[in-house]
Nanobody, 129 residues
Framework: HVQLVESGGGSVRSGGYLTLSCTYSGHSGRTGSLYSLGWFRQAPGKGREGVAAIYTGDSGAYYADSVKGRFTISQDDAKNTMYLQMNSLKPEDTAMYYC????????????????????WGQGTQVTVS
């Protein structure tokens, strides 16, 4: 079982930036576990949208078209932490942001599909005005 905790949300003006963090931990005693890690968001009245995903094995990343060129996903194995650097924020980026994890590598067709992730954090709110 993987535990995930998000942080870094807040309120910013349009054009501003935020960096979200997600600290993850796995089964006690497991080492070298490789995961697909994703950032998802959900705005009020809307479904959960995949934003970006990364594979811890080689840091291969995928992005939703709506955030390409503005958001950057990264991960630090030593700190068991994933990041989402969000630049040029827009009001439509306002949502609850969740990090999620799945064992193994999810390919391009699956990495931004929330149904492929069994482990989820509690979320952190991002508001852009």
């Amino acid at each position: 079982h993987v535990q995930l905790v998000e942080s870094g949300g807040g309120s910013v003006r349009s054009g501003g930036y935020l960096t979200l963090s997600c600290t993850y931990s796995g089964h006690s005693g497991r080492t070298g576990s490789l995961y697909s890690l994703g950032w998802f968001r959900q705005a009020p009245g809307k479904g959960r949208e995949g934003v970006a995903a990364i594979y811890t094995g080689d840091s291969g990343a995928y992005y939703a078209d709506s955030v390409k060129g503005r958001f950057t996903i990264s991960q630090d194995d030593a700190k068991n932490t994933m990041y989402l650097q969000m630049n040029s924020l827009k009001p439509e980026d306002t949502a609850m942001y969740y990090c999620a994890a799945a064992s193994g590598r999810l390919g391009e067709d699956y990495a931004l599909d929330s149904s492929n992730y069994p482990y989820w954090g509690q979320g952190t709110q991002v508001t852009v005005s």
